[in-house]
Antibody
Framework: QVQLVESGGGEVQPGGSLRLSCGTS????????MHWVRQAPGKGLEWVAF????????KYADSVKGRFTISRDNSNSTLFLHMTSLTADDTAVYYC????????????WGQGTLVTVSA | DIQMTQSPSSLSASVGDRVTITCRAS??????LNWYQHKPGKAPKLLIY???TLESGVPSRFSGSGSWTEFTLTISSLQPEDSATYYC????????FGPGTKVDIK
């Protein structure tokens, strides 16, 4: 079955950096676009970033553009999110999600990894 | 940017009730609209995509309709396990979510 497992979350100081990983199995990773979605404490879901199946085309939410970089390693079926210049507003549970039949729908999700930005 | 709104923000209903949630887009998104169920501590779950197509394995009591800027999610007979927050999400241009509707069981 399809599985997505995020890792790399933790506590980081404002201005710091962190790299999240999402290991996947159960589907042909290299054939699908992948996303990161986050949920800040007490808030709703926010789409963060997308990378196409070949890793070339990337899109970002305005709130993270220029600070976050999404990438993927198709040989190891792994998705990444490199986050820099972190602020308290980036504190959230970060989910990786697989692109669905409808582009920019999310048909499988991981359990999430918590990122806390605090001094 | 496309903005999404949902109403109501929360509701409480009894088991067996028919529940309807409305989602509106700030511009025409045709039928590029998806619905998710999210329970605390769990991964969100895709219920419906392209406005009205039921995702595989989702109970038939869930249904979706609408086009252009107005959409609805209906639960025909509310069950205890349906207690969750429901989000609409447009996929016409990137992936904006609505603010969510929290559904409680009376």
């Amino acid at each position: 079955q399809v599985q997505l497992v995020e890792s790399g979350g933790g506590e980081v100081q404002p201005g710091g950096s962190l790299r999240l990983s999402c290991g996947t199995s159960g589907f042909s990773f290299s054939r699908y676009g992948m996303h990161w979605v986050r949920q800040a404490p007490g808030k709703g879901l926010e789409w963060v970033a997308f990378v196409e199946s070949d890793g070339i085309k990337k899109k970002y939410a305005d709130s993270v553009k220029g600070r976050f970089t999404i990438s993927r390693d198709n040989s190891n079926s792994t998705l990444f999110l490199h986050m820099t210049s972190l602020t308290a507003d980036d504190t959230a549970v970060y989910y990786c999600a697989k692109d669905g039949i409808l582009l920019y729908s999310f048909d499988y999700w991981g359990q999430g990894t918590l990122v806390t930005v605090s001094a | 940017d496309i903005q999404m709104t949902q109403s109501p923000s929360s509701l409480s209903a009894s088991v067996g009730d028919r529940v309807t949630i409305t989602c509106r887009a700030s511009q025409n998104i045709y039928t590029y609209l998806n619905w998710y169920q999210h329970k605390p501590g769990k991964a969100p779950k895709l219920l419906i995509y392209a406005s009205s197509t039921l995702e595989s394995g989702v109970p038939s009591r869930f249904s979706g309709s609408g086009s252009w800027t107005e959409f609805t999610l209906t639960i025909s007979s509310l069950q205890p396990e349906d207690s969750a927050t429901y989000y609409c999400q447009q996929s016409y241009r990137l992936g904006t979510f609505g603010p969510g509707t929290k559904v409680d069981i009376k």
